[in-house]
């Protein structure tokens, strides 16, 4: 079967190579100018973000509001903090390291793939919003369309999902695995791979198919039709590119790739929803001097150094 697949892509490339290599170059030149700055911070920072004393912190500040709004427990805070911030895979990625150093439980997990398999702010905000739409205000409001139908399907999945409660890693995996740097690179060549991929081979579909299979074109293809209530809606889906990585990465913790499938779904449609009742408030005039790479560090930073102090002050705790 792979090799009938792999035969199949092949003549394809032959067959249409002037246009995929078009695609192929536009998917580059959106991961180098969009996604790569907005998530290589987070993704060389997120051993340090999702240590245990990264996890303690979160737990302390945010844990009984997690707990109470989505029945989890208090140590998934960290993961869903990440997740919020700075998106999608690095949210799925830190749900796995809770996951893997005993933190959180399968069901934790799944409720998490609500919380975790975003898009960070940095993206909506700085390339969809003062990028593509020209307006850093609508960026604003397609945040918090995202934002909200995320919490709102938690809930939903919190209720919901009873099974996994008990389930914890029992692997020999390595957690932390050494090279931040490294690791991060991996991580964000892997998702230039998947975006090229997805432009090449999916690209030649119709524009309103197409925006749900990558979520850059498909916010590309939503601006040039000023359609806020699309763009909510790929945003909330987060499309099938994102899709695939986040089910390459939460499959380790046992969550199905149906049920991940669905939640996106969900948020994807309420999203939109969401958006449409919105989208007539206007917001005052937002100017960002910062680009995407700038304001995704400078978050990135604000959650290393307030564990950092956290870490120092417990330290002099225990000293005193």
Known sequence: MRLLTALILCAYLLFDSGAALLRAREAMSLWASS???????????LPALTDEDALHVYEKLFGKGVKRLFHISGASAAP????????????????????????????????LTALATGVGPVFVISSVGGGMMNDVSRGVVLLISAWLSSFLTAILVSRVCISGENLFFSGDGEINPPGAIREAVIGILTVAGYMTAFYVFAGGLPDMLYAFFEISGGCRIASERNDMVLSAAVIGFGGACLMAQNIRNLQKTGVKAWEIAWIKAFTGALSALLCALISDIRLPEIRLNFDAYRLACLSALFMTLFCALNRLLRRNVRVK
Request: no cysteine; aromatic share 6%; net charge positive.
């Open 35 to 45: 996604v790569a700055p907005a998530l290589f911070p987070f993704l060389a920072l």
């Open 80 to 111: 869903a903090l990440v997740g919020l911030i700075a998106g999608s895979p690095a949210g799925s990625l830190a749900v796995v390291r809770a996951y893997q150093a005993g933190a959180i439980s399968q069901r934790d997990a799944r409720v």
